[in-house]
T-cell receptor, first 112, second 114 residues
Framework: DGGITQSPKYLFRKEGQNVTLSCEQN?????MYWYRQDPGQGLRLIYY???????QKGDIAEGYSVSREKKESFPLTVTSAQKNPTAFYLC???????????FGQGTRLTVV | KNQVEQSPQSLIILEGKNCTLQ??????????LRWYKQDTGRGPVSLTI?????NTKSNGRYTATLDADTKQSSLHITASQLSDSASYIC?????????????FGSGTQLTVLP
């Protein structure tokens, strides 16, 4: 059953803590992305990766970090430097950067 | 600055009725335009993808149109069902192919009432 899986679905973080959001895909896609979604706004690109061991900053990368050690995995760490981390985070993958993107089910992060 | 604007912001219709959602964009140069459906608390799911040369594309009860000259697209939903209640997002891709060239609209929230 091919697809893209994000975990956990809900995540709570205390202020000052780092948390890592998981994203795994078995679609054999080269490109993977992380987006942030806030109410009333379009998705904003945090980081993207076009190939293993390479990734690029998106429009709102400050306070976030990623790694791409395996083709299937693209975890996102929300660091304590991110001042407003409460949001819905979406991971996506595609064959190339200009082809259809497939999204995971999202992780809702709440700072408590 | 690349922008995608969607209207209306929200829409309420009765089950069985038709509706049309609008998308205007200023992305240039243009590669393709996509419509996604996003259920509450879930990831977006692709409905259609249209390139510069395509005017109309259908996916079941969903029909998307594209006018590349006026930089407008519409998504028409026929015979709406309760399950159509969702946010519909228009996404425009620039010609460079970079992930940075994807510009997302803020979506139209559709509610279908029985």
């Amino acid at each position: 059953d091919g697809g893209i899986t994000q975990s956990p679905k809900y995540l709570f973080r205390k202020e000052g803590q780092n948390v890592t959001l998981s994203c795994e895909q078995n679609l054999n896609h080269d490109a993977m992305y992380w987006y942030r979604q806030d109410p009333g706004q379009g998705l904003r690109l945090i980081y993207y990766s076009q190939i293993v061991n390479d990734f690029q900053k998106g429009d709102i990368a400050e306070g976030y970090s990623v790694s791409r050690e395996k083709k299937e995995s693209f975890p996102l760490t929300v660091t304590s430097a991110q001042k407003n981390p409460t949001a819905f985070y979406l991971c996506a993958s595609s064959i190339g950067t200009n082809t259809e993107a497939f999204f995971g089910q999202g992780t809702r992060l709440t700072v408590v | 600055k690349n922008q995608v604007e969607q209207s209306p912001q929200s829409l309420i219709i009765l089950e069985g009725k038709n509706c049309t959602l609008q998308c205007n964009y200023t992305v240039s140069p243009f590669s393709n335009l996509r419509w996604y459906k996003q259920d509450t608390g879930r990831g977006p799911v692709s409905l259609t993808i249209m390139t510069f040369s395509e005017n109309t594309k259908s996916n079941g009860r969903y029909t998307a149109t594209l006018d590349a000259d006026t930089k407008q697209s519409s998504l028409h939903i026929t015979a709406s069902q309760l399950s159509d209640s969702a946010s519909y997002i228009c996404v425009v891709s620039g010609l460079s192919g970079s992930a940075r060239q994807l510009t997302f609209g803020s979506g139209t929230q559709l509610t279908v009432l029985p």
